[in-house]
């Protein structure tokens, strides 16, 4: 169970992470080896699921759940939202909480690591608008290569078309932090908007 003080620490900086084990059991700054897939999770579903198998079978490394606990947009998530969500990995997966929205803080928490995510938000990652500027951006990518990051980008479907890495264009110099995730390995056309609308319904 995650207290109230733990999660201060977290949102007020004093602890960059804090990792929860599927027994329960609370490491701060401890994230165990393996790539990060940081999410909402909200809920976690098949494809979460799917991609974190997907990229194992890649690299022949774990790779580890990352709730972000404060969204770029949408603000902090509050104490009992983050323990419903932490309750879908219990027994069964690491989950990392932190509050850093963006990928180059989370290439200061992690240096080394690559990180799982899905074509839309590897669209805002390699959009300048979402940093303010051509050069925000470049800054941003020189800070992840520096903590030598990389990313592993599983393709989707949208409007009725499968959109992968290949239809991205990448900041220039920095291709290379990018690799796709074959379709052959993980396709999923699902997503968690979908899912809360159908749990809606019924």
Request: one cysteine or more; proline letters at 7%; charged letters at 20%.
């Amino acid at each position: 169970m995650i207290h109230a003080a733990e999660l201060a620490d977290l949102l007020s900086g004093r602890i960059g992470s804090l990792t929860i084990a599927p027994d329960g059991a609370l490491r701060p700054d401890d994230p165990p080896p393996g790539a990060i897939f940081p999410g909402s999770f909200n809920p976690l579903h098949a494809g979460h699921l799917g991609l974190q198998r997907a990229v194992v079978v890649m690299t022949g490394q774990p790779v580890h759940f990352e709730l972000t606990v404060r969204n770029a947009d949408k603000g902090e998530l509050p104490l009992a939202e983050i323990e419903r969500r932490v309750a879908q990995f219990r027994g069964q997966h690491y989950v990392i909480l932190a509050a850093a929205p963006l990928f180059v803080q989370k290439a200061r928490l992690y240096p080394g690591r690559a990180f799982v995510l899905g074509y839309d938000t590897a669209v805002r990652l390699v959009d300048p608008r979402y940093y303010g500027s051509a050069e925000a951006m470049a800054a941003a990518f020189a800070a992840i290569a520096a903590a030598n990051c990389r990313f592993f980008v599983a393709g989707r479907q949208i409007n009725g078309r499968f959109y992968t890495l290949a239809d991205l264009t990448l900041p220039a110099g920095y291709e290379s932090l990018f690799i796709p995730v074959p379709e052959h390995l993980f396709r999923r056309d699902i997503s968690s908007t979908e899912l809360r609308a159908k749990a809606v319904q019924e």
